[in-house]
């Protein structure tokens, strides 16, 4: 089996290794030639545990090569992002569309499609099925179309794709039974069909659950901080309840998943999903949160080492991620800011011995394990003031460092 996978991304460049590695032909595409280059060069360009390992094996196996444009394929499979609408909160189906375009000069009778992309409800049926049928194909007879969500975790993604339950939307149900057998060449987790809707759907709303529920800590959060009251603690004591799991208040949320899903939702009925937006907002208003904390700590005139940028601790993920939002608002109120991440390239980014110097406050805003084990006696020396607000309540306590999570903000007011 060929399969020609547009977009070599967190999850593109995943998937066609794996299908690579147990037996099928891959071509990798991607609009970046840099990336294609790199690739073929046997660099992959994002962080990924074993990735770079799996992507090696495959290339030199011969099964896998990067493309800057598609080929003649069994199986197309579209992995290309899909950003959220700023002025209506919709899904920008651009990006899908344009790759199905791509494709069509390579198509020929017998041909599945998929689209991987995280989409809103009816997106397939309504933008993405017409343009196959434009063409003259008969869906579920000529070629067959269905929407496969990814459900991964960064950092875990190799072992999640091929060991999670997967969902399988088709058009028709001759188009789902085609495309779980293409699924089914590398999943262990059991394969669910169902028709693209209520496949489209269901992704959204996974992510919508989570991102409310991590609403409700953040609200609890800011609620406790201006009771007096240790919102970790209530949150570690609730959860004592064995039906009650309140999860963990943080800087806001960000990736593609939980920050921009639940919007694809809401902007098909803004009328009866007032919790979804209420959550979007709850979760988007905690960089203004952070930095109004930052406020009662420090002034503006001093130094602030910004430690993660990443959405999710231990990568290199920058989508969406509210470290950057919180960045941005820092200097716009006059801070001066050094950053470390140990995950990402940057020229401006600096070593943590450099970011601490002559800093008066350590500002955690990834969870990274570099951050849980601080050198606190390095930062007695070198900070000016030692001080560290820990957004993602990580860090050790100290004796000799002030250590300020979402247990003890109370005491700033």
Do not use: W
């Not at 601080?374 to 560290?388: A, G, Q, R, S, T």
Request: hydrophobic share 35%.
């Amino acid at each position: 089996m060929k399969l020609c996978i547009i977009g070599q991304g967190y999850i593109g460049l995943p998937t066609a290794g794996l299908f690579a590695d147990n037996g099928c032909n891959v071509v990798g595409v991607d609009i970046n030639e840099e990336v294609v280059k790199s690739l073929n060069n046997n660099r992959i360009h994002i962080e990924e545990k074993g990735l770079q390992e799996l992507i090696s094996r495959v290339i030199s196996n011969g099964k896998y090569t990067a493309s800057a444009s598609p080929q003649e394929s069994d199986v197309f499979i579209i992995t290309v992002p899909t950003p959220v609408n700023n002025k209506n909160y919709s899904c920008d189906l651009s990006y899908v569309e344009s790759a199905c375009k791509s494709i069509i000069q390579y198509i020929k009778k017998g041909n599945i499609v998929i689209i991987e992309s995280t989409i809103a409800p009816m997106s397939t049926n309504k933008y993405i099925k017409p343009i196959f049928e434009e063409e003259g194909f008969k869906i579920g007879e000529d070629i067959y179309l269905a929407h496969c969500p990814e459900r991964v975790l960064p950092g875990k993604i190799i072992e999640e794709l091929v060991n999670n339950d997967r969902i399988i939307g088709g058009i028709t149900p001759k188009c789902s039974e085609k495309a779980a057998k293409v699924y089914e060449t590398f999943v262990k987790g059991e394969i669910f069909k169902t028709e693209a809707k209520t496949a489209e759907m269901s992704k959204c709303m996974e992510n919508t659950f989570r991102d409310v529920n991590i609403a409700l800590a953040n609200e609890l959060t800011k609620i406790c901080s201006t009771l007096g009251v240790n919102a970790l603690d209530v949150i570690k004591l609730a959860n004592k309840h064995p039906r009650v799991n309140i999860h963990s208040p943080g800087p806001g949320v960000g990736g593609h998943c939980l920050a921009i899903d639940p919007y694809f939702i809401y902007a098909e009925d803004p009328e009866n999903a007032k919790l979804i937006k209420r959550a979007r907002d709850i979760n988007s208003s905690m960089p203004q949160f952070v930095v109004e904390n930052v406020k009662k700590i420090i002034k503006n005139d001093e130094k602030i080492a910004i430690l993660g940028t990443s959405y999710k601790g231990n990568t290199d993920d920058l989508r969406e991620s509210p470290a950057i939002k919180i960045i941005n608002l820092l200097e716009k109120e006059g801070y001066s800011l050094k950053i470390h991440d140990p995950h990402i390239t940057n020229p401006s980014y600096v070593s943590f011995e450099e970011v601490i110097e002559d800093v008066s406050l350590c500002l955690i805003l990834a969870d990274h394990e570099e951050f849980k084990e601080l050198d606190y006696e390095l930062m007695k020396v070198k900070m000016k003031n030692p001080i560290v607000f820990d957004t993602k309540n990580i860090v050790k306590k100290s004796d000799d460092i002030k250590i300020i999570d979402y247990g003890n903000l109370n005491k700033l007011i």
